[in-house]
């Protein structure tokens, strides 16, 4: 079809809009439409492939995203667990201790970011004295809190 265009005539006091009818304008309008349904179809066609990698467990790095981490075996996570209970301190009586960590992820930015998730139970050292995972022991085997520490090691 023909489409509607603008011609502007101006006349002593104002302007008037008359629609014009043009096949070239037509042709150009009905061009941009083709190339807005071929850029929606693309657009699909890589979200479907994006949701069918992720379904099928397929690893996609992201430039600076948080990456999980296999917690079996890794010391360092329970350690930096450990630290982050140390620096908490406000409000207790009593360090808590880490009992489990529960889960991992990291990411690399400007050194090393990690996010960590762990299971606290209260511990046996009071905040007044040192904190050393080796001497502060659970009080109980209840498990007080799950927590998330993020450490930065730059």
Same mark, same amino acid.
């Given at each position: ?20 009818? /043009? ?7 009905? /061009?941009?439409?083709?190339?807005? $349904?071929?850029?929606? /179809? ?17 690893? !996609?790095?992201?430039? /600076? ?6 917690? %079996?075996?890794?010391? !360092?996570?329970? $350690? ?22 529960? %889960? ?37 085997? %209840? !498990? ?8 930065? %090691?730059?």
């Amino acid at each position: 079809g023909a489409a509607v265009g603008e011609a502007t005539t101006s006349a002593t006091a104002s302007t008037v809009r008359t629609p014009v009818y /043009s096949p070239a304008a037509a042709h150009t309008l009905a /061009s941009i439409a083709e190339r807005k $349904q071929a850029m929606a /179809s693309s657009f699909l066609l890589a979200a479907m492939l994006v949701a069918a990698f992720m379904r099928c467990g397929a690893y !996609i790095t992201v430039p /600076s995203g948080w990456r999980n981490e296999s917690v %079996d075996g890794n010391e !360092i996570y329970t $350690q930096l667990a450990h630290f982050a209970v140390s620096k908490q301190v406000g409000g207790r009586e009593f360090f808590d201790t880490v009992v489990e960590v529960t %889960d991992v992820e990291s990411q690399v930015v400007f050194g090393m970011n990690y996010r960590i998730t762990f299971k606290i139970a209260e511990s046996t050292c009071r905040v007044t004295e040192t904190y050393t995972k080796e001497q502060c022991l659970p009080k109980t085997e %209840d !498990i007080k809190d799950t927590c998330t520490a993020e450490i930065y %090691d730059v």
